[in-house]
């Protein structure tokens, strides 16, 4: 599997599609690209499957926005979520199954998996809140500027797959 990441996240190219430019602008991305280059050059028959922002619950409760917005919670820190961010997220348990039943059809080459939907990351994190069962929104800050931010942001890694409509949650 492969990210979203690899690609810039500049409104202007969205949404992405498997044959898109990958331009990434984090560390993280970068790798990803540097990772499909080199399964491409080794393997003929291969096929890459990128996917959205990941959802649901890591092992040690440390992974993924789900996790993260928990800890800010529990912890009484603000959680900030930017609105400008935008995302085509897959929740790990569609990944797993829709994944394996791409991964044993004849589709090669590259393919991404995701959801139809796109969403900010400020109304993600309302939509985590609700199926968490918290209605408490005071530690939550909508965000949009990211100029002071150490890190760099992706603003839209929204992808699409027009031949994979059939596996599409």
């Known amino acids: 599997c492969s990210t979203d990441h690899v690609f810039s996240g500049d409104p202007k190219d969205a949404p992405f599609l498997p044959d898109s430019t990958r331009a990434p602008i984090t560390a993280y991305g970068k790798m990803m690209v540097e990772a499909e280059d080199i399964v491409s050059s080794l393997l003929e028959d291969v096929l890459i499957i990128r ?3 990941l959802l649901g619950r890591g092992p040690l ?4 926005p789900i996790d993260w917005l928990q800890t800010r919670l529990r912890e009484g820190k603000p959680a900030t979520l ?5 995302r085509t997220p897959l929740g790990v348990r569609c990944l797993g199954r829709l994944g394996t039943q791409l991964a044993l059809s004849p589709r090669r080459g590259v393919a991404h998996l995701c959801m139809k939907t796109r969403i900010n990351r400020y109304d993600l994190g309302l939509k985590i ?7 408490d929104l005071v530690h939550l800050v909508k965000k949009a500027d990211r100029r002071h931010d150490s890190i760099c942001r992706v603003q839209e890694l929204v992808m699409e797959d027009p031949d994979l409509e059939a596996f599409r949650p």
């Not at 930017?82 to 935008?86: A, S, V």
């Not at 809140?129 to 209605?135: S, V």
């Open 129 to 135: 809140l609700h199926a968490l069962g918290r209605n």
């Open 61 to 64: 409760g440390t992974t993924g």
């Open 51 to 53: 996917n959205g922002l």
């Open 82 to 86: 930017f609105h400008n961010e935008t």
